[in-house]
């Protein structure tokens, strides 16, 4: 059962992550904190790949690094788009929808099939995630930016069903780390050129720009390792419905760190989550 400690730990740097982006939105432009983030995984990806030896590379690489790239660019932008509109405890708990389209990419691109006991442990996540949407929703009746940030990461949901499977494609076609680091270059030098097209690279602060590589590169590069070796051991729906873990995290992060309210239905939600990932766990034993 190593994959699921790896995916626990690769859930904590997950909702790290969202937590850190959300803390460096306000002093950064969105593709000025993508570049400095992924540009800094690759570089410490690769680094890692040129210590332990470049692998052998198959045919089905090239395109699903690409695949998974131009899918990621669009998502991480509607992820900080998303994240400066609605609370962390809000928006990240949205992502577990990737879940439900996940079963039908995950079968079409890998061939992956769920267990029916695991396919009712993704159903619980995701019906853990409606809990923690519901009374919110039915008290606050989101409007403007708060309802565009959650409908973007609604879209970041499907986006990623889409690149999952490919994120594995890149792991077979390579190994955990060398893949990973060609898919950080791509949305990295993406960011940016557009950083460059728009000039907000120049007007960046050095010193939020330094934060983010030194923060936000080891996190992503560490999450990617941890699922990418998961990946090895057990098929993309199972392990992405273990690291949506993610919100529970997230969750806590939103109310201790952002002070974010109506926690009670957002941890209640979170305990039908987990009780789901249990139940994926357990039919995989």
Same mark, same amino acid.
């Given at each position: 059962m190593l994959w699921v400690a790896l995916v626990l730990f690769a859930a904590i740097l997950d909702a790290g992550y969202y937590a850190l982006v959300k803390q460096f939105l306000p002093s950064l432009a969105d593709e000025v904190l993508a570049a400095a983030t992924f540009l800094s995984a690759s570089a410490l990806l690769l680094l890692v790949s040129l210590v332990h030896?470049?692998?052998?590379?198959? &045919? /089905?690489?090239?395109?699903?690094? %690409?695949?998974?790239?131009?899918?990621?660019?669009?998502?991480?932008?509607?992820?900080?788009?998303?994240?400066?509109?609605?609370?962390l405890s809000l928006s990240v708990p949205l992502i577990t929808f990737t879940l439900v389209f996940l079963m039908g990419s995950s079968w079409l691109v890998l061939g992956e099939v769920a267990t &029916? /006991?695991?396919?009712?442990?993704? %159903?619980?996540?995701?019906a853990g995630s409606l809990v923690m949407h519901v009374p919110a929703a039915r008290a606050r009746r989101f409007q403007g930016e708060e309802r565009r940030g959650i409908l973007a990461m609604l879209a970041v949901a499907f986006l990623y069903s889409l690149a999952l499977p490919f994120d594995k494609a890149v792991v077979l076609a390579s190994d955990p780390v060398f893949g990973s680091s060609l898919v950080c270059l791509v949305i990295g030098g993406a960011f940016l050129a557009l950083a460059l097209w728009r000039g907000s690279l120049g007007k960046a602060p050095r010193p939020a720009a330094l934060r983010a590589c030194l923060l936000l590169g080891p996190v992503l590069t560490l999450e990617a390792i941890a699922i990418n070796l998961a990946y090895t051991q057990q098929i993309v729906p199972f392990v992405i419905a273990v690291k949506r873990l993610s919100i529970l995290f997230a969750v806590l992060f939103g109310g201790l760190l952002f002070r974010e309210g109506e926690m009670g239905f957002r941890i209640t939600g979170a305990c039908i989550m987990i009780g789901g990932a249990a139940l994926i766990v357990l039919s995989t034993v």
């Open positions: 030896g470049i692998p052998p590379v198959g &045919p /089905a690489l090239l395109p699903s690094v %690409l695949a998974t790239g131009t899918l990621n660019i669009i998502a991480a932008l509607l992820v900080f788009y998303s994240l400066r509109r609605t609370d &029916p /006991a695991g396919a009712l442990g993704i %159903l619980l996540i995701v």
